[in-house]
C-alpha cells in the first residue's frame, strides 16, 4: 500500500534508472526559482502539474473550514454572545498543535496516518456543529476543526521538506500558500451560497470538504522520488543553498516502518533517530528574529486592523449623484466592513501566489519589510478611524474611501508577501553538516518548517486580545466628534 506516493519506486518499465535522473533533471532550468519544463519533456510537466494541483488543493481545503466558520459566527451563536468567543476557539487549538506537535513529537512524521487523522478531526468538528445547538458543544466542534486545520498546515510545510532538488520544495510550498490564500474567497463565497441552508445543513455539507485531502494524497501527489535531480539557485541569491540533495534524501521505507532505511554495502540495523529537546532548540533559535518574529508582528497588525480597526472606518453612505462609484458596492453603512475584508482577502491571495506565479521571492534580508510596513498602515489607519484624515463631510468621502481602500490592499498584499516568503525561505535552507545521517537531516529540516507555524497564529491570537478594547477606544472617540455610525452597526 502507497502513502501518498512516499514510498520508493524502482525505475518505471522501460526506464533505466540513469534516464530517470536525467528525465528529473530536464524539470530544471539555470536562474529559475521555480522548475520549468520544456515541450520535450510532457511526462516532466505533467508532475509539476500535479504536485503543484495537490499542494494547492491541500492548502485550500485545510484552511476552508477556517474561513467559513468566521463568516458562519452571527449564525453559529445567540446574539447576546461575543463574536470574539468564535474566533478565539478558532485560533488557540490551532496555535496549540503547531507549539505541541513540532517540539513535543519524536521520530518519524507518519504523514499518511496523521492527514488521516486530521480528515477525521476535521469532519467530527464540523459535524458537531451541525448536528448540536447547544453553544458549548458548538464551540466544541470549533476546536475540533481548528486543532486539525493547525496539524494540518504544519503537516503540509512538513511535507514539502521531502521533495528534492530545493526548487521542486520551494515548487510546493509556493502553491500550498496559493492554496492558502484562496481559501479565504473560497470560504466566503461558499458560506453566502450555503447560509440560506441554515447551519445544520450548511455546515453539514462543509464537513465533506476535508475528505479531499486524503483523496489527493494517495491519488494525485507523485512521489518524492520522482524528483530526484539537481537544479542551482537563482543568480544573485546568496540565501538558497542548491546544493545537490542525494546525500540527505532517503526514500521512506514500505509501509512506513519504524526501522531505518539501510544505505550501507552491508545490512547494518540502525537505533531509531529522535532529535531531543536540546536539537530542537538549537535549531530554532537562530529562526527566532529571522523568521518568527516578522512573521508574528505581521499577523498581529494584520489581524488587529482587521478585528479591532476596519469595523470603525465606516462613512456616511454614499449617493449615485455625488459617488457613483462607491455606491455600486456601498448600500448601508454594513456594507462597509464587509467591503474592507473583501478588498484584503483578494490582496491577500494574490500575494500568496507571488511564488506560483513565477515572481522572485524577496531576498532574505528583506523579509521584515512587510511587518514593517503593516505597522505603518495600522498607525495610519488607527488615525484615520479616531481623526478623519481628509474631514468628516460628504466633499471628502470620496477621498477617504480611496484611501481606506488603498491602505487595506497593500496590509493584504503585505501580509501575503510576509506567509509565502518566510515559509518559501527556510525550506529553500540547506545546512546539513557533510556525513550527517540522512535520518537526522530530515527530520531536522521538517522540524524547522514546522517550528515556525505558531508565530502567526500567535500573532492572531494576540491581535484578537488586542482587537476588541481598540476597537471599543475608537468608537468612543468617532463619537465623541460627532461621527456616530460605529454605534450602529
Not at 199 to 211: D, Q
Not at 245 to 262: F, I, K, N, Q
Not at 389 to 398: K, N
Not at 459 to 467: E, H, P, T, Y
Request: some cysteine; glycine content about 10%; aromatic content about 10%.
Amino acid at each position: 500500500m502507497t502513502y501518498g506516493g512516499l514510498e520508493p519506486a524502482g525505475p518505471r518499465q522501460g526506464v533505466s534508472e540513469e534516464g530517470g535522473e536525467l528525465e528529473a533533471a530536464a524539470l530544471l532550468s539555470i536562474g529559475d526559482d521555480t522548475p520549468r519544463c520544456t515541450q520535450r519533456n510532457p511526462e516532466a510537466r505533467r508532475l509539476l502539474l500535479r504536485l503543484g494541483l495537490s499542494f494547492f488543493l491541500f492548502g485550500l481545503i485545510n484552511n476552508v473550514l477556517y474561513v467559513i466558520i468566521l463568516s458562519a459566527a452571527l449564525d453559529l451563536v445567540p446574539p447576546s454572545t461575543p463574536k470574539g468567543i468564535i474566533a478565539f476557539c478558532n485560533i488557540f487549538p490551532a496555535l496549540v498543535a503547531k507549539l505541541g506537535w513540532p517540539y513535543l513529537l519524536k521520530g518519524r512524521i507518519r504523514y499518511a496516518r496523521r492527514l488521516i487523522g486530521c480528515t477525521a478531526c476535521s469532519v467530527c468538528g464540523m459535524m458537531v456543529v451541525a448536528l448540536f445547538d447547544s453553544l458549548y458543544m458548538r464551540l466544541l466542534g470549533i476546536c475540533l476543526a481548528s486543532f486539525s486545520s493547525g496539524l494540518g498546515e504544519l503537516t503540509f510545510l512538513q511535507l514539502s521538506t521531502r521533495y528534492h532538488p530545493p526548487s521542486v520544495a520551494g515548487h510546493s510550498v509556493g502553491y500550498f500558500a496559493s492554496g492558502t490564500g484562496g481559501a479565504g474567497l473560497v470560504g466566503a463565497f461558499l458560506w453566502w451560497e450555503l447560509r440560506g441552508l441554515g447551519v445544520r445543513v450548511g455546515v453539514g455539507l462543509s464537513a465533506i470538504l476535508p475528505f479531499v485531502i486524503p483523496l489527493t494524497y494517495f491519488l494525485v501527489l507523485p512521489r518524492p522520488d520522482m524528483f530526484a535531480g539537481r537544479t542551482f539557485a537563482p543568480e544573485g541569491d546568496d540565501d538558497i543553498d542548491d546544493a545537490p540533495m542525494t546525500a540527505s534524501y532517503t526514500p521512506l521505507p514500505r509501509g512506513e516502518e519504524d526501522t531505518v532505511p539501510v544505505t550501507e554495502p552491508e545490512a547494518i540495523v540502525k537505533a531509531p533517530i529522535a532529535l531531543s529537546m536540546e536539537d530542537k532548540w538549537r535549531l530554532a533559535k537562530p529562526m527566532l528574529t529571522r523568521y518568527m518574529l516578522p512573521l508574528f508582528c505581521v499577523y498581529l497588525f494584520e489581524y488587529t486592523i482587521n478585528q479591532g480597526i476596519s469595523p470603525t472606518l465606516v462613512y456616511p453612505v454614499p449617493s449615485r449623484d455625488s459617488h457613483w462609484f462607491m455606491s455600486l458596492f456601498i448600500h448601508s453603512i454594513r456594507d462597509y466592513y464587509p467591503l474592507w475584508q473583501l478588498i484584503y482577502q483578494s490582496t491577500v491571495f494574490l500575494s500568496r501566489s507571488s511564488i506560483s506565479l513565477g515572481l522572485p521571492p524577496l531576498p532574505g534580508r528583506l523579509l521584515s519589510l512587510p511587518a514593517i510596513v503593516q505597522g505603518v498602515i495600522l498607525s495610519t489607519l488607527a488615525y484615520e478611524s479616531a481623526v478623519g484624515i481628509f474631514g468628516d463631510d460628504d466633499a471628502r468621502e470620496g477621498w477617504s474611501f480611496a484611501f481606506v481602500f488603498l491602505l487595506i490592499a497593500v496590509e493584504g498584499i503585505c501580509g501575503g508577501l510576509a506567509y509565502v516568503n518566510v515559509f518559501y525561505r527556510i525550506n529553500q535552507e540547506r545546512h546539513d553538516t557533510p556525513g550527517m545521517d540522512a535520518e537526522r537531516a530530515k527530520q531536522e529540516r521538517e522540524f524547522k518548517i514546522g517550528s515556525i507555524g505558531l508565530a502567526d497564529s500567535a500573532g492572531i491570537l494576540m491581535a484578537s486580545l488586542v482587537a476588541v478594547p481598540t476597537e471599543i477606544e475608537l468608537c468612543r472617540v468617532q463619537v465623541a466628534r460627532g461621527k456616530t455610525f460605529c454605534q450602529s452597526l
